[in-house]
T-cell receptor, first 113, second 115 residues
Framework: AQSVTQPDIHITVSEGASLELRCNYSYGATPYLFWYVQSPGQGLQLLLKYFSGDTLVQGIKGFEAEFKRSQSSFNLRKPSVHWSDAAEYFCAVFSGGYNKLIFGAGTRLAVHP | GAGVSQSPSNKVTEKGKDVELRCDPISGHTALYWYRQSLGQGLEFLIYFQGNSAPDKSGLPSDRFSAERTGGSVSTLTIQRTQQEDSAVYLC?????????????FGAGSRLTVL
């Protein structure tokens, strides 16, 4: 069955530091991959997506992610974190067989000043 | 509308009561999804609609949960005889169609608290 694993439940970084959030997926075919962000009390906002082509995708708010088929990973990165990036981040894979997005458990990011 | 609209934003109810949660998707979006987010948990898929039909109801936790969509637009998620474990944020999302190369746009959610 398709699944998404986000190994880190909580991450704390200092403002200005670099960030990498890990995501591993299990999916037989070429996946459609997404990263969403959820700020407190808000719905989910799409950061970026990978459908095909260039494996390094750029998103909003200075985020990027790299699809690595050999590692079944789609890690999210940002070179310099801002205090406003504190939120929960969800990785997701689209399950074509079931026509639904399958989400990881999320990584909660805290940013220290 | 410009975005996915959900109502109510907050609902407090007593155990055993029925509740209805409403989702108004983006105009023209044929696919509509319901997810549940319990405290400290990820997003649990409940059901999706393509048009008015729901091909996959496998995610509904029990027969107390039901959903309908009329006119290919508004959807209602109904929980009968609510239990405390139903307390969660219920998120609705819509997309142009129910295929992989489409982005789901989410509403702000309906927070349900069952006392």
């Amino acid at each position: 069955a398709q699944s998404v694993t986000q190994p880190d439940i909580h991450i704390t970084v200092s403002e200005g530091a670099s960030l990498e959030l890990r995501c591993n997926y299990s999916y037989g075919a070429t996946p459609y991959l997404f990263w969403y962000v959820q700020s407190p009390g808000q719905g989910l906002q799409l950061l970026l997506k990978y459908f095909s082509g260039d494996t390094l995708v750029q998103g909003i708010k200075g985020f990027e992610a790299e699809f690595k088929r050999s590692q079944s990973s789609f890690n999210l990165r940002k070179p310099s974190v801002h205090w406003s990036d504190a939120a929960e981040y969800f990785c997701a894979v689209f399950s074509g067989g079931y026509n639904k997005l399958i989400f990881g458990a999320g990584t909660r990011l805290a940013v220290h000043p | 509308g410009a975005g996915v609209s959900q109502s109510p934003s907050n609902k407090v109810t007593e155990k055993g009561k029925d509740v209805e949660l409403r989702c108004d998707p983006i105009s023209g979006h044929t696919a509509l999804y319901w997810y549940r987010q319990s405290l400290g948990q990820g997003l649990e898929f409940l059901i999706y609609f393509q048009g008015n039909s729901a091909p996959d109801k496998s995610g509904l936790p029990s027969d107390r949960f039901s959903a309908e969509r009329t006119g290919g637009s508004v959807s209602t998620l109904t929980i009968q005889r609510t239990q405390q474990e139903d307390s969660a944020v219920y998120l609705c999302a819509s997309s142009v169609e129910a295929l992989g190369a489409n982005v789901l746009t989410f509403g702000a959610g309906s927070r349900l608290t069952v006392l």
